[in-house]
């Protein structure tokens, strides 16, 4: 109920000051409420940091980790799930229709998706051919290891920052860039039979195929630093390193 009531408050709060995809910085990256940072968790929730502070896949580790034992087991992992799945889930009916999507896309992560129309088909010049990237992930299938990063049409976000010459192998749809397992859409990659609506039971075999490809130990938990890093991570990194020199 926790997480639900702050969801709801921080969606309020968005649109009532009128919160967007704010204009890119001298930097590239676009920044949202003053945020530089942006992780989406394997359920789809953004987590957010500012410059300077941990990447916020720790924040994420730290709500799922239920008994706070320093794992995420698969019972926590579909907890987590079930939790962000009932905070969208405005009609208590067990699915998510096209109208809680889109809030999701339009106001959850606006700096992903932006305000215009980011469903299946639409979210990159590709469009419909986007329907294979996600039936690609409900297989499981890998698109691109942790040190190469596939082509794709069209990135949005704050990793539209990333210098020219990565970009022209860099470039990937949605959200794939803050996830642990590079899903343009996580609410989406869920929708199995592509009816445009998510059940609940669709949503946690969702979570039981994510975690079962997360566990690269096969232990039946998973350890932050056994996590992948995600795209945006280690273009921070990166940034991190080269202002050193």
């Known amino acids: 109920m926790a997480r639900k009531?702050?969801?709801?408050?921080?969606?309020?709060?968005s649109v009532a000051t009128g919160l967007a995809v704010a204009q890119p910085a001298?930097?590239?990256a676009n920044l949202?409420?003053?945020?530089?940072?942006?992780?989406?968790?394997p359920c789809g929730e953004p987590y957010r940091g500012r410059p300077g502070e941990p990447y916020p896949v720790a924040?994420?580790?730290?709500?799922?980790?239920?008994?706070?034992?320093?794992v995420i087991d698969k019972a926590e992992f579909r907890a987590d799930h079930a939790g962000f799945f009932d905070a969208l889930d405005s009609d208590g009916n067990g699915v998510l229709d096209g109208t809680e999507i889109g809030f999701y896309e339009h106001k959850v992560v606006p700096d992903v998706f932006g305000r215009e129309e980011p469903r299946l088909g639409a979210l990159s010049p590709a469009g419909r051919d986007g329907a294979q990237l996600i039936l690609a992930q409900i297989n499981g299938q890998p698109h691109g290891d942790l040190s190469g990063i596939p082509s794709g049409a069209g990135a949005q976000g704050p990793i539209s920052g990333l210098n020219s010459q990565?970009?022209?192998?860099?470039?990937?749809e949605g959200a794939a860039a803050y996830t642990l397992l590079r899903e343009a859409e996580p609410l989406m990659a869920a929708d199995t039979d592509l009816d445009g609506r998510?059940?609940?039971?669709?949503?946690?075999?969702?979570?039981?195929?994510r975690f079962a490809r997360l566990d690269k130990r096969?232990?039946?938990k998973l350890t932050l630093d056994e996590l992948p890093r995600t795209v945006?991570?280690?273009?921070?990194?990166?940034?991190?390193?080269?202002?050193k020199r």
């Open 166 to 172: 990565r970009r022209q192998h860099e470039v990937m």
């Open 26 to 28: 001298p930097g590239g």
């Open 59 to 70: 924040l994420w580790f730290k709500q799922a980790d239920l008994n706070h034992d320093g």
């Open 5 to 13: 009531t702050l969801a709801i408050a921080g969606i309020a709060a």
């Open 198 to 209: 998510i059940t609940k039971e669709e949503f946690l075999a969702a979570a039981d195929r």
């Open 218 to 220: 096969g232990d039946g």
């Open 32 to 41: 949202v409420g003053g945020f530089t940072q942006l992780f989406i968790s």
């Open 232 to 243: 945006a991570q280690v273009e921070l990194e990166d940034r991190a390193r080269r202002a």
